[in-house]
């Protein structure tokens, strides 16, 4: 794929998971060849390499749609992060090197000062999300799983954006936040015991939690007849 190509799919990816583009919105060919001054045959590899990584779905007749959030792609994604992160923290607690402890510990810093931040509310949502992703991800580095991390980012497209959609509950930043240290302290304090409530809580609880339902219910898949 050209260097071009490449550029293009990853702005694609970026607009579908900031949810710039919505679920369901249409993607023209047309519409694309002309903003990037391309011929439609590099913008259609393009757009069939998206829906191979499931960012959009192709219909013959209605053409390239954003793909709705698959819950039960979420439900997956979830199950498996906490399975693997449990057990992650409980080999990091209460080894864990000095200077991983200090990137996390940085990490939460940002963090909160994120949430104090006066700027608009999407650009706070966007700087935390970004940190989540480092906390998450250094604690995989730490017990020497990136690989694991990185395999998991290439089924994330439904996860990322559900995540950044419960994101705008009142509280629900400093709540993360409040996890995220509760991880940290059963980390540096050895308390195993403790883990796997905490790792449920913090990755599981909201697949049942009707808040996304009743709010974003017109971003669902549907369940196919």
């Not at 190509?5 to 919505?22: D, G, N, P, V």
């Amino acid at each position: 794929m050209s260097h071009k190509k490449k550029e293009i799919m990853e702005q694609l990816k970026k607009a579908i998971l900031s949810l710039e583009l919505k679920p369901g919105t249409i993607i023209s060919e047309t519409s694309l060849a002309e903003k990037y001054n391309l011929s439609r045959t590099p913008i259609r590899d393009i757009l069939k390499r998206l829906a191979l990584q499931g960012y959009i779905d192709i219909y013959p007749k209605k053409g390239n749609i954003v793909s709705y959030i698959d819950l039960e792609s979420v439900e997956q994604i979830t199950y498996l992060r906490s399975a693997l992160e449990k057990e992650i923290i409980k080999d990091l607690a209460p080894n864990i090197p000095i200077t991983g402890l200090h990137k996390l510990r940085e990490i939460l810093v940002k963090q909160k000062e994120c949430i104090e931040n006066k700027n608009d509310h999407q650009d706070k949502l966007d700087g935390f999300m970004v940190l989540d992703d480092a906390f998450h991800r250094t604690l995989f580095e730490l017990a020497g799983r990136g690989f694991l991390w990185e395999l998991i980012q290439q089924f994330n497209v439904h996860y990322l954006r559900y995540r950044k959609l419960h994101a705008f509950q009142e509280d629900k930043l400093t709540k993360l936040l409040q996890d995220h240290q509760k991880i940290l302290d059963c980390i540096t304090l050895g308390l195993k015991d403790k883990i796997d409530d905490l790792v449920y809580h913090h990755i599981r609880a909201d697949i049942n939690s009707p808040y996304f339902r009743e709010n974003f219910w017109e971003y669902i898949k549907k369940p196919s007849n």
